[in-house]
């Protein structure tokens, strides 16, 4: 099962950026796995962020769209989730999670492998 790790949040006011990172430890696409991001509030539920795919499709919540975006440097297995234009709403905790399928889902149950979340926080 591949083992995630995240990076990369912080602390940033309305209207800043800020990149987390997400390490796999092993090939995405070799093992044709479905990356997504994830955020939570407190003790809310799980909100979907982003989804990247082993062919490198990627899609995005209308929340986060045109504000967000996906990269990869699949050399060290490593996926990047660009923030601009950052709103207070936008804090959180950050999860990356990894599934084995047949497409990007967006309920947390059926992600198998997750980071331990990288915090974000927007000040206003």
């Known amino acids: 099962q591949v083992q995630l790790v995240e990076s990369g949040g912080g602390s940033v006011q309305a209207g800043g950026s800020l990149r987390l990172a997400c390490t796999a430890s092993?090939?995405?696409?070799?093992?044709?796995?479905?990356v997504a991001w994830f955020r939570q509030l407190r003790e809310t539920q799980r909100e979907w962020v982003s989804c990247?795919?082993?062919?490198?499709?990627?899609d995005y919540s209308d929340s986060v769209k045109g504000r967000f975006t996906l990269s990869k440097d699949s050399a060290v297995h490593t996926f990047y989730l660009q923030m601009d234009r950052l709103k207070s709403e936008d804090s959180g905790k950050y999860y990356c999670?990894?599934?084995?399928?047949?497409?990007?889902?967006?309920?947390?149950?059926?992600?198998?492998?997750w980071g331990q979340g990288t915090q974000v926080t927007v000040s206003s």
């Open positions: 092993e090939s995405i696409e070799h093992g044709y796995y479905y």
């Open positions: 999670a990894a599934r084995s399928g047949t497409y990007c889902s967006n309920q947390p149950r059926l992600y198998t492998s």
């Open positions: 990247f795919n082993y062919n490198g499709e990627t």
